[in-house]
């Protein structure tokens, strides 16, 4: 946010409150500097327009995951998108397929409950490959990439008409940790969770959530990846039957 | 959980729980469109959500033909006069339009369908816009050929 | 300490930052009612914009030794009380010029009187761990700094706190304090969820609004000598490392390269400001950012800008403090007002740095169950949180 204003601009924000009928629309002319972020424009409004306006927030710079909104219709992270990149009027709305907590701020409770227990989230690092590693130190770990914003589940179109799917973040996430194992987690435990019709299978090829994922997740490819191993697991179970019931019956 | 809390005091407390009641009245489910007309949408979307509702589309299309083609079929019940009025009109542009129509439901429908399968086996799904439009491209130049085809009155 | 008709008396904590999410945790385990408020998400005020350092206080040695013992021993609690939460890769001090060199004796120095554990590197050593560094560096001291999720980390404190029991309320404003005859009991609020005003009504109210303090304070008719001091961080694309970098001097302004994901943030700058909402993001701080960072890791200059922000410390000093923010310490501090300005059921927990929230927490925690008659223990520096998304349990 730079200290000048270069130009206003109207913001068209969604509104909400448990209580009310129905949404409604409210717009805002907001004087914004030319590197202006929508987080910034949205705070603006809520320190000189509307006090009550809601905001979710946390860290500024795409690694919390917590301020997605749908600008224009398209799902973004509102603290690194910039005004400048749209013309005309400016549309803000919640993420879609999430119940709406206030204005343009959604309950995260479903999301996260989509999720395979347990939910480790630091990974091995594999940035600076030729870096090498101090002697008392096992590796290099840093955060998974995904930051949990919800960007993948609101353009998802099998989850816009489907509350039950689990979503892209899940599956992404269950498959990164297939590829990394890591401790605590269960193998089998975690293919059975997403070999459920409201898991891998439910997906339909949109792409649309490695598309809006603002973290390089590609969550659409880790979903095809998942679907390869639980057939590959499955082939392996009907070629065991006929040995494993064997054993059974002899102990 | 509620073990460790005090007990209620209702005139400290009451403000607390007049929230808490409050949070849980109803709430709408954020949604870009009500109901399946989303699966229509195309504004500010990408080649996934058009295979996405391509599929949706020609999907529904190939169910309400297969009812058609039935209709059609039990024409023949009626013995070879209804059967031959039945052609008269199956051979007029308006109908060998639908026809053709019918060839691009079943192209776009089986080679998007061959698209997820592909994907789905960890063929290119890095690439899968490209496999996209290759295979439109394949059944765009298949279904000029079958609308000349159906047009030019071979039998 | 309950039974009978007494029922378990009630802490409302104004701010939901780390500091109140902590001190949520530590009165919840002992057994207080707690409700806290905050007016937007968790962390959103300055505790979720900070890089996201877990400091080892090596930063601290040689001018603050308090804030740097505070930091070490938080820095060691922190990893066993919240495991999974770290980037455990530890840090680089790392010194370029003469006058670093200079520093170099002091800062070990610091270091071992405040009991951080330091490695004295030879640049070729350097340069392995971390192939990005300036190529012409003269030294590298490793410390134990680690990366932490700036709101992930904290959050593990709110859904501890919530799942014993504790009510966390987002969306909550504090429009005032309830004042009479001396004695806060209280606060009016407004719910934003439900857009309705309301009253809480509590034995003791606690501020933990951070760089707010002054104004929260103003509503029980007291001051208190916070200075909001703000400093720009800038995130550029690519992990340019996977240790912290630091520099190897007296605190300055882009000294502090945090990896974050595929990012790399620098930070900081500082000037103070009076209302912590209007920050203000100067383009000279920003550049100041890539021309610091490019110093310790070429790289910084050309990597692409993601993000920049602003965020305000929460400085403790008295109103003629020094201009810039540097001078003030970055310690805590507990204030009781009934002891300091004779108004009874309000305190105020205020300064420190996001490494220290769970000691602060101890040390307010304390001061608030000896106003209430409550000799319970501490029991935060065993217990092990749970998980973030605990925090979003329906």
């Known amino acids: 946010m730079t200290t000048e204003t270069t130009s206003t601009r109207r913001l068209r924000v969604h509104r909400f409150k448990r209580g009310d009928d129905a949404p409604h629309v409210e717009e805002f002319d907001v004087p914004m500097g030319e590197d202006a972020t929508v987080l910034e424009a949205l705070r603006w409004i809520q320190l000189h327009g509307d006090p009550s306006l809601g905001l979710r927030h946390s860290c500024f710079h795409a690694s919390c995951g917590t301020c997605g909104v749908r600008v224009n219709g398209r799902e973004r992270l509102a603290c690194v998108t910039k005004i400048a990149d749209f013309s005309g009027t400016i549309t803000v709305d919640p993420i879609a397929n999430l119940p709406v907590l206030l204005d343009v701020v959604v309950d995260m409770a479903t999301f996260f409950a989509h999720y395979p227990d347990p939910h480790p989230i630091v990974r091995e690092s594999g940035f600076l490959p030729e870096a090498a590693v101090a002697d008392d130190l096992d590796g290099h770990e840093r955060y998974e990439d995904c930051i949990e914003c919800g960007l993948c589940l609101s353009a998802c179109p099998v989850a816009a008409t489907d509350d039950s799917y689990v979503g892209p973040a899940a599956l992404a996430y269950a498959q990164r940790l297939l590829e990394e194992p890591r401790d605590g987690v269960d193998r089998n435990a975690l293919l059975d969770w997403a070999d459920q019709d409201a898991g891998a299978w439910r997906c339909h090829a949109a792409f649309e959530c490695t598309e809006a994922c603002p973290s390089d997740v590609r969550p659409a490819q880790r979903i095809m990846s998942l679907r390869k191993e639980l057939r590959h697991r499955r082939s392996e179970q009907g070629r065991e039957v006929p040995e494993q019931a064997a054993g059974e019956e002899a102990t | 959980m509620s073990e460790t809390r005090a007990p209620f005091d209702r005139e400290r407390d009451a403000g607390v729980e007049e929230i808490l009641r409050g949070r849980r009245q109803p709430a709408p489910v954020s949604r870009k469109l009500p109901g399946p007309i989303a699966w229509f949408d195309l504004r500010s979307r990408n080649t996934g959500h058009l295979a996405f509702s391509l599929n949706r589309v020609t999907g529904l299309g190939l169910v309400a033909y297969l009812y058609l083609h039935l209709a059609v079929l039990s024409q023949l019940l009626g013995g070879e006069d209804a059967w031959n009025d039945f052609l008269e009109v199956a051979t007029t542009p308006l109908f060998l339009g639908l026809d053709v129509l019918l060839v691009f439901g079943l192209l776009a429908h089986g080679l998007n369908g061959t698209r997820v399968a592909l994907v789905g086996s960890g063929f290119v799904p890095n690439r899968q816009k490209a496999l996209f439009w290759s295979l439109m491209a394949f059944g765009a130049i298949v279904l000029v050929y079958s609308a000349l085809h159906i047009f030019g009155g071979e039998a | ?394």
């Not at chain 3, 030294?139 to 501890?160: E, G, I, K, Q, S």
């Not at chain 3, 606060?187 to 809480?200: E, Y």
């Open chain 3, 1 to 394: 300490m309950s039974g009978g008709v007494d029922t378990a008396p009630h802490v409302l904590i104004v701010g939901g930052g780390g500091t109140g999410g902590a001190l949520a945790h530590d009165l919840t385990l002992r057994g207080v009612r707690v409700t806290l408020v905050e007016r937007g998400e968790f962390t959103s005020g300055t505790t979720g914009r900070h890089h996201g350092l877990l400091h080892s206080g090596a930063r601290y040695a040689v001018n603050d030794e308090e804030s740097a013992i505070e930091c070490i021993e938080e820095n060691m609690l922190l990893r066993r009380i919240a495991p999974g939460s770290f980037e455990e890769n530890d840090g680089l001090f790392v010194g370029i010029t003469d006058e670093d060199m200079a520093y170099l004796p002091s800062f070990l120095e610091g270091c071992e009187r405040t009991g951080i554990p330091t490695q004295v590197l030879e640049p070729a050593e350097a340069l392995r761990l971390e192939p990005n560094l300036n190529p012409d560096l003269k030294v590298a001291v490793r410390v134990p700094d680690a990366t932490m999720d700036a709101m992930r980390m904290p959050l593990r404190f709110f859904a501890t706190a919530r799942a014993n029991g504790a009510d966390l309320l987002n969306w909550v404003d504090v429009l005032d304090l309830d004042l009479g005859g001396g004695v806060v009991s209280g606060a009016h609020v407004r719910d934003l969820i439900t857009g309705k005003q309301t009253r809480i009504g509590a034995d003791i109210v606690v501020n933990a609004t951070g760089p707010w303090s002054e104004q929260v304070a103003r509503m029980a008719g007291v001051d208190v000598p916070i200075r909001p001091s703000p400093g720009v961080m800038l995130a550029v694309r690519g992990r340019l490392t996977n240790m912290v970098i630091n520099r190897l001097h007296a605190s300055g302004d882009g000294d502090i390269i945090v990896p974050q994901r595929a990012l790399s943030v620098i930070g900081t700058s500082s000037w103070v400001v009076s209302d912590p909402d209007d920050l203000g993001v100067p383009a000279d701080h920003v550049q100041r950012m890539v021309d610091e960072g490019s110093i310790l890791v070429p790289a910084v200059r050309e990597a692409p800008s993601r993000s920049a922000w602003s965020a305000a410390r929460p400085l403790i000093g008295s109103r003629d403090d020094a201009d810039s923010g540097r001078e003030l310490s970055r310690t805590f501090k507990t204030i009781d007002h009934a002891v300091d300005d004779r108004v009874e059921g309000f305190v105020t927990i205020t300064g420190g740095k996001g490494t220290t929230l769970r000691g602060m927490a101890e040390v307010c925690a304390d001061a608030v169950c000896r106003k209430l008659g409550i000799d319970t223990p501490c029991a935060t520096r065993q217990t092990v949180l749970l998980p973030h998304t605990a925090a979003y349990a329906a």
